[in-house]
């Protein structure tokens, strides 16, 4: 099983970037975003699990995450970005039976690279 994420970048506070991330090797009920930036904690940004969403409060009504089925895949649209939004974004996937979404990140076990967002003021 594997992950690839991709979409990072650098953009001016206020801009949009869009992350994907493509999952091979098997299908997921629940994936999300995470972020890190340095010397923080890894935090959850978005996630869903079938129908369930959720976001960070800081991120409500900027991003949006969303998935396409059919090419196993999942995004995160980030509008009206912030320099604190700046960090290593990396996407997970929970390949367990928990029945509530996973809101850290020893609730994932699939893991893609991290790709960099950097938000300049």
């Known amino acids: 099983v594997q992950l690839q994420a991709s979409g990072g970048g650098l953009v001016q506070a206020g801009g949009s970037l869009r992350l994907s991330c493509v999952a091979f090797g098997r299908t997921f009920a629940a994936m999300g975003w995470f972020r890190q930036a340095p010397g923080k904690e890894r935090e959850l940004v978005a996630g869903y699990r079938w129908s369930s969403t959720y976001y960070k409060e800081s991120v409500k009504g900027r991003f949006t995450i969303s998935r396409d089925n059919a090419k196993n895949a999942m995004y995160l649209q980030m509008n009206s970005l912030k320099p604190e939004d700046t960090a290593v974004y990396y996407c997970?996937?929970?390949?367990?039976?928990?029945?509530?979404?996973?809101?850290?990140?020893?609730?994932?076990?699939?893991w893609g690279q991290g790709t960099q967002v950097t938000v300049s003021s």
């Open positions: 997970a996937a929970d390949g367990s039976r928990r029945i509530g979404l996973g809101l850290i990140q020893d609730d994932y076990n699939y």
